[in-house]
């Protein structure tokens, strides 16, 4: 894939394209990612590329010129990139757009900064705009970064064998499960039994447990939008009826019964 950003500020990814899976997917060939200086696109002496805003008003708004120059050029060297631009204003990113993007033969960013770029670039040059967040940026290099980053993960290849079982942590609609190292005891805490008994399919069933229950604590949205399989509903309901046991047993007076606890798999690992 070959990926071309637009920016006043081009040095800001050597740090991003220098480390890890993305310099070495970078180096393998499988992607190529260039940042463009918009200023090489500017006219004049001073080699302009914001100006006032029409109107009047605080700050400064991106010249059209420069901008339609530095996307005109990368169109050139490939008619079928996606042009996009990040803004507050744009779709809401997630992992289902990210897993698009990474179908595409080729994406331009458009970065801007100050108040943002002129209207007129918006309307005629821009296929596509991508927020990555409820939130105002300086500029949109960093969110540039932000989607870079989550797409190139995507591409085939670019992930090792090792790698890419987290490729579908959230394409299954789930938080990840919890992870554990060595050491076995860490402070008060003990590594799960079942991560320690080799037996795969209960290890399996465990994170699936695990996955579940978190995303239902942290984020019980994406629970609410997800299609859940069988072996999903009986894990949760297990969850329901040890809770239910517990609170009936409160109602008739009973002390310290030990209900929660027969949620055997997690007793007590999860939050
Ligand atoms: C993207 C860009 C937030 C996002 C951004 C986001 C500065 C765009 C300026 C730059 C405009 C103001 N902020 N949430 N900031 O993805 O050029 O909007």
Known sequence: MN????????????????????????????????PVNIRDYAAGKHR??????????????????????????????????????????????????????????????????????????????????????????????????????????????????????????????LLEHAHYTRPQIFRAGAVPDVLLSGNHAKIDEWRLESALVRTFLKRPDLLEKKALSSREKAILKKWCDNIERLVSGQDSGHQGGDALSRADTLSGEEP
Not at 8 to 33: C, E, N, Q, T
Not at 111 to 124: F, K, L, P, W
């Open 3 to 34: 990926i071309e950003v637009l920016t006043i500020f081009p040095d800001m990814f050597d740090s991003f394209l220098a480390y890890g899976i993305v310099s070495r997917a970078i180096k393998s060939g499988r992607i190529r990612v260039s």
């Open 48 to 173: 302009q590329t914001d100006d006032r805003p029409y109107g009047g008003g605080a700050g400064m708004v991106m010249m059209p010129e420069p901008l339609a120059g530095s996307i005109n050029a990368a169109r050139k060297k490939d008619g079928r990139a996606k042009v996009i631009l990040l803004t507050p204003q744009g779709r809401p990113f997630d992992q289902d757009t990210a897993g698009k993007l990474a179908k595409e033969s080729g994406l331009v960013f458009v970065c801007g900064r100050y108040e943002g770029v002129d209207e007129r670039i918006r309307s005629d040059y821009i296929d596509d705009e991508i927020s990555i967040g409820d939130y105002v940026l300086t500029g949109g290099e960093i969110a540039a970064m932000v989607v870079i980053d989550a797409v190139i993960r995507l591409i085939p290849g670019v992930l090792g064998s090792d790698e890419s079982a987290t490729a579908d942590s959230f394409s299954n609609g």
